[in-house]
């Protein structure tokens, strides 16, 4: 089902809007000119990535700084700070992404 979201000048270049469908918390951004949508909760310990940052295709999350892909939603890399946690720890599932797109100045995502 398509949502209509916001309007595209509520998310400039390099920017990030949390949004509330169906309750859950949608995490809008838009980094080097690509909009991407996904679960605003982290897959590894469900920190808010709103609080992280993206670079380029990537975004790392603040709690511990585990980076993923947001085009394929994968866990890319763990920072050597965290070499001598438990494995059990350190697993974390993909994120959890939805299609988004821009018509007249207005922004629709699937759920
Ligand atoms: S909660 Fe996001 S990296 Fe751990």
Redesign the pocket.
């Known amino acids: 089902m398509e949502y209509k979201v916001c309007k595209s000048e509520e998310v400039p270049d390099n920017s990030m809007k949390v949004i509330s469908i169906q309750g859950s918390n949608i995490l809008v951004c838009r980094s080097n000119n690509q909009l991407f949508a996904l679960d605003n909760s982290?897959p590894?310990?469900?920190?808010s990535l709103s609080k992280g940052e993206t670079k380029g295709t990537k975004i790392i999350?603040y709690?511990?700084?585990?980076e993923y892909d947001l085009i394929s939603g994968k866990l890319l890399h763990i920072p050597s700070k965290w070499n001598d946690q438990n494995p059990n720890w350190k697993k974390s599932d993909n994120l959890l992404l939805f299609q988004i797109s821009e018509k007249n100045g207005q922004i629709y995502i699937q759920l």
């Open positions: 982290c590894h310990r469900g920190a999350c709690m511990h700084d585990f």
